[in-house]
């Protein structure tokens, strides 16, 4: 019997240590591996604000909420976003030229639904003002008959009052006022009529809206930068350094 335990008890060569729990003493735990950045509330408000901004160019203000959502201290957040504004990584007003000449010749909208978008990422209203000085009249009305003109065959075979709805109702979510909406659509449609050599008579009982509604009724449109939101940024590795900011 003692044999037999004793060739049982044989470890082979080679073959894995097998360590007893009972024999052994208590397990060695190392020194655990702290990253002093991310320790430091403006070290992570800074990678924060570097991944957002690698992803899309962003406000100050949008930043901001960011941060204030991912728990970073307000002082070291005020800190850091002052820092990026003063080397030119935020910079507001270039942000509202670019966001008004993109939207308008991408999506068509006019300067009182830009201004009212721009509002909501919080950018000051003297650079919102800025910004829209520089888009022309001119090139408003030619972007809306433009409009109208590639939604117009969508309407075909739908009653005059209602293809006349339709497509004011389309100008007026783009930010365009009412009255300018229905002056541009009626001339597209008494156009139409005119080349297919009929009568648009029904646009004869449609008068043109009497009052310009207010820039901030736009504030309702919600959300149409498609920018998504900010949350669940994930890990903020593999960023590198960001000594100098």
Partial sequence: MAGRQSRAG???PGSPRVRDPEDAGPERAGPERRDPERDDPE???RLICLRMLTAAPRTQAELADALRRRGVPDAAAQAVLSRFAEVKLIDDATFARAWVESRHHGRGLAGRALGAELRRKGVALEDIASALGELDPDQEVATARDL???RLPGTHGQPGPARMRRLVGMLARKGYAPGLAYRIVREALEQEAADAGRSAYYLADMEEPAAEENDEDLD???STDGLGSTDGL?????????DGL
């Fill in 10 to 12: 044989k470890v082979k």
């Fill in 43 to 45: 070290s992570v408000a």
């Fill in 148 to 150: 109208v003109a590639r």
């Fill in 220 to 222: 309702g449109l919600g």
């Fill in 234 to 242: 994930g890990s903020t590795d593999g960023l590198g350094s960001t």
